[in-house]
């Protein structure tokens, strides 16, 4: 099972400031099957990050993905007040797909 | 657009087994482009992914749950479905049904409380 860890568990910022996340596997991701989701309170995760750098429908272009291998980030370029939330990458190149322990994103 | 919802009963009790259904919408799950997927969260908690099935009847499971878990599907009624046996309180959570292993759509989830 690749076990994801995500850093820093908490991450205090304001808005218009430049957002980093990373999630490192311990095993290498198969094809860059690696994703990122954003959870409100109370809602179910969206996808943001598919094949660890395209974005999904919708989403706006501060929010990017890089990565290969076992090392991957998030980016938000400009946070903005409703990106305040919690992250998790989840990776879907093996079976069992895992999770993140997650990332909490707050305004500082 | 595609849209799934769960149903089931919202408490369980200890022993017995968590039935929960999620019908999709705007989509089919004959579609032989994606799987059909289970995912829970524990209250306060973080995400783990159950299993998914293909409209083949092919299935995975997460090997942690791998002796309780059973998903089907019906492609007639367009709906899929998690069966999970001999429930503890450690299976509370909100759960979910999601389209593909890209979970690129969500049912809105479920909260099932495992108490007597």
Known sequence: EIVLTQSPGTL???PGERAT??????QSVSSTYLAWYQQKPGQAPRLLIYGASSRATGIPDR??????GTDFTLTI???EPEDFALYYCQQYGSSPYTFGQGTKLEIK | QVQLQESGPGLV???ETLSLTCTVSGGSVSSGSYYWSWIRQPPGKGLEWIGYIYYSGSTSYNPSLKSRVTISVDTS????SLKMSSVTAADTAV????R???LDFWGQGTLVTVSS
């Open chain 2, 100 to 102: 593909g292993g890209i």
């Open chain 2, 13 to 15: 009790k200890p022993s």
């Open chain 1, 12 to 14: 205090s910022l304001s």
């Open chain 2, 95 to 98: 759960y979910y049904c999601a």
């Open chain 2, 77 to 80: 009624k367009n709906r899929f």
């Open chain 1, 63 to 68: 929010f990017s993905g890089s990565g290969s």
């Open chain 1, 77 to 79: 370029s400009r946070l």
């Open chain 1, 21 to 26: 996340l990373s999630c490192r596997a311990s």
